[in-house]
C-alpha cells in the first residue's frame, strides 16, 4: 500500500511541476529554437507512457530507498542523480543528432530534469511519509 501510495503522490507532484515547466517555461524555450519540429500538441498516449514510466523509475531509484530507510536526503539526491541522467541521455543524444537542438536547451533541460525529479521525488516521498503516517498513527521522516 505505502508504494502505491508512494507512486500516486510521485506522480502527482512531478506532474504539477512538468505542467508548469512544458506551459510557462517550455513555449518560450523551445518553440523559437525548435518550430516545426514541435507537434502543434503534444502527443496524448507517448506523453501518459512516459509519465507512468518515468515515474516508475522514480520509484525505483528514489523514492523506494527513501521509504526503505534512506530518509528524505535519499529521495532528494537519488531524485537529481535520476533526473540529471535522464535528461542528459535525452538532451545529449538530441544535441548530437539534430541540426537545430541548442546547447541553451540542453543545459536548462538538464537543471530543469535534475530539479524536478529531485523535488517530486522528495515531495513524494513527504507526502507518503505524511500519508501513511495519518494511517498507521506514526510518523517518520
Do not use: C, E
Not at 503522490?9 to 504539477?16: C, D, I, P, Y
Not at 516508475?56 to 535520476?82: D, E, S, T, Y
Amino acid at each position: 500500500m505505502r508504494y502505491a501510495i508512494g507512486y500516486l503522490a510521485t506522480a502527482l507532484v512531478f506532474g504539477l511541476l512538468d505542467f508548469v515547466w512544458l506551459t510557462r517555461v517550455g513555449p518560450g524555450l523551445y518553440r523559437p529554437i525548435l518550430g516545426d519540429l514541435l507537434a502543434p500538441q503534444p502527443r496524448a498516449a507517448p506523453a501518459a507512457i512516459f509519465y507512468f514510466l518515468y515515474v516508475l523509475a522514480m520509484m525505483i531509484f528514489a523514492v523506494g530507498p527513501a521509504l526503505n530507510g534512506g530518509g528524505w536526503r535519499a529521495a532528494l539526491l537519488w531524485g537529481v542523480l535520476l533526473g540529471f541522467f535522464a535528461y542528459a541521455t535525452y538532451d545529449l543524444t538530441n544535441h548530437a543528432t539534430l541540426r537545430v537542438w541548442s546547447v541553451k536547451i540542453t543545459l536548462l533541460d538538464m537543471a530543469w530534469g535534475s530539479f524536478a525529479t529531485g523535488l517530486g521525488a522528495l515531495g513524494g516521498y513527504w507526502l507518503t511519509v505524511f500519508a501513511t503516517g495519518l494511517v498507521t498513527g506514526t510518523r517518520t521522516g
